[in-house]
């Protein structure tokens, strides 16, 4: 069997201003990088105004296993198969970050024939953007420690600093640390530490932001830490603002690359799904949505964290309203999910497939919960059997939603065009989208209403300095911000191993944090980490270079 890359290297791709032609933009409206890649430029997206706005399609799924569920495949192949079928539709996914592509993961660009490529650019340094906000953040850490060194005319309290710097790269034992040490020349020793690019709040704010003058002015808005008095002092302050935006001004411009049949994507940001709020660029969405009858987009890892932030959170601030929901299942992970080990996977289990339908099924009513309807994509594999296949399409219709049987991964576009009609048909009617909450309810509401509706937690605990934080904030004008979520991606629960539906658990939030600028509340629940580690046989020990200088071992 050909691995992705193998795949993908026989893409037939055509010059990048073909594919712009394709959404009626001119060779001065892209800013090409190269052949196959370009970005879309600023003056181009002002030009976009209010036209209408096309259809737009969110494609989560259950909770991630080892078994694999393949929700990027799925929203490339659901792109490919609408435009096979007559709608002009774009795909709109996050960048992948080198951390979990070195670490556990090896790519994300999709699967088999149903791929986004330059594969191998898209996996690693891509057009730069990561590393423009590795270096904004970072510049913004230096010059706070900087302001320290030279007088500290602002008197931060150098044991309340806050800002941490980052760098696109699992790395465990940056996680804390002790910086300036060797005398007075190298500054103020300190304890901090180092969180992965993906998790840090210029990311977020990247993907927020609708245009250069709301980057800066969120960007303003972050808070670093606070002064002896305990007053917050923000970028602003510190006057790091406008060179922030600097270094971010071309990384803002979403990125546009095409499908292996030719299809228009854009792929841009990415904030990780666990840890921060797990969704591309509102730009290049809106962008999209302005080029095409029909966007496509996904939100990370399972519904109880992606969607419930991408519909919280994003289309919130963005002023966005999905039409559709497709929920990715798989009959190997819901076999999982019923107690089947991996290694017993390809053989028939109706019966575990049942067990683990029941995270298939809530996930269902949590997407319904939103006014939002559902499609089930049930992303197909070798080893599943006509009997497990119906069983889940009868499980699927005794709940009242459509499951189409997906072949994107060995048939490209052809193999989910029973997935796009069946999108379509509920795309074209009306939605009745509200989000989970209100803007005026208090944060800690909030949290508990994401923990109790989405995940069925029986209580939550907040830790005392949080539940104080939480009132502080409240007080200072920060309550109508929504809530993210970080929480492990593999149960509803806080802990991973917890799969299928559990019920009767505690969700413990352990440390919140302000992203002001981003415009939301963090909640640290259970073991999260917010710079990953590598795994004990990391994907980095596959990836080199063959003879012919091409790249091996990304998949």
């Not at 629960?493 to 019920?503: F, I, K, M, V």
């Amino acid at each position: 069997m050909r691995s992705d890359i193998e795949i993908a290297r026989e893409a037939q791709k055509l010059p990048i201003g073909q594919i712009a032609a394709r959404l009626g933009l001119a060779e001065t409206d892209i800013l090409p990088y190269g052949h196959d890649k370009a970005k879309i430029t600023h003056d181009c997206i002002r030009r976009l105004g209010d036209r209408p706005q096309g259809k737009l399609v969110l494609v989560t799924a259950i909770n991630p296993t080892p078994a694999g569920e393949g929700k990027t495949t799925t929203t490339v192949g659901l792109g490919d198969a609408l435009n096979r079928i007559g709608k002009r539709a774009t795909i709109c996914i996050r960048e992948a970050s080198l951390g979990p592509n070195f670490g556990t993961k090896g790519g994300a660009a999709g699967g088999g024939m149903a791929q986004i490529v330059p594969m191998e650019d898209m996996n690693l340094h891509f057009t730069g953007d990561f590393h423009a906000i590795t270096s904004a953040h970072n510049l913004l850490a230096a010059m706070v420690d900087n302001h320290i060194y030279w007088g500290n005319t602002l008197r931060i309290d150098p044991r309340r600093i806050t800002w941490r710097r980052v760098m696109d790269m699992n790395d465990r034992v940056l996680r804390q640390m002790v910086v300036a040490l060797g005398g007075p020349p190298n500054g103020y020793p300190r304890e901090t530490g180092f969180d992965i690019t993906v998790a840090s709040e210029v990311m977020a704010i990247l993907c927020l932001a609708s245009d250069l003058d709301d980057l800066r002015e969120r960007l303003g808005r972050i808070v670093i830490g606070h002064t002896i008095e305990r007053q917050p002092i923000t970028a602003r302050d510190i006057g790091a603002d406008g060179a922030m935006t600097v270094l971010l001004k071309d990384a803002m411009q979403p990125n546009l690359v095409q499908t292996m049949e030719n299809n228009p994507a854009l792929v841009h940001g990415g904030p990780f799904g666990n840890i921060a709020h797990g969704c591309n660029s509102a730009i290049a969405t809106r962008t999209a949505l302005s080029l095409s009858d029909y966007v496509v987009t996904e939100a990370g890892f399972g519904a109880d964290l992606g969607a419930e932030k991408f519909l919280d959170i994003k289309c919130r601030l963005a002023g966005l309203k999905p039409d559709a929901v497709v929920l990715v299942a798989t009959v190997r992970a819901l076999k999982m999910n019923g107690g089947v080990a991996r290694a017993d996977l390809g053989a028939e289990n109706v019966a575990a497939l049942q067990a683990g339908c029941a995270n298939l099924g809530r996930h269902i009513e949590n997407l319904r919960g939103y006014g939002l309807p559902v499609v089930v994509a049930i992303n197909h594999f070798t080893t599943d059997t006509e009997a497990e296949t119906e069983a889940l399409r009868d499980y699927c219709a005794s709940h009242g939603v459509q499951a189409a049987l997906c072949r994107h991964w060995s048939e490209g576009g052809a193999g989910a065009e029973e997935l796009a009609r069946a999108v379509v048909a509920q795309a074209e009617g009306e939605s009745d989208f509200a989000p989970l909450y209100l803007d005026d309810m208090p944060l800690r509401d909030k949290i508990e209403t994401v923990c109790k509706r989405i995940y069925r937690a029986a209580d939550v605990e907040f830790l005392p300095h949080v539940a104080d934080r939480l009132a502080e904030w409240q007080a200072a004008g920060h309550g109508s911000m929504p809530v993210c979520m970080a929480k492990t991606q593999y149960s509803f629960s806080a802990d991973p191993a917890a799969l299928g539906a559990p019920t009767g658990f505690t969700i413990p939030v352990r440390e919140v944090r302000l992203a002001a600028g981003a415009g939301f509340v963090v909640a640290i629940c259970g073991d999260i980490m917010t710079m990953p580690g590598l795994p004990r046989e990391p994907a980095a020990l596959r990836i080199g270079l063959d003879a012919d200088g091409l790249v091996q071992g990304l998949f």
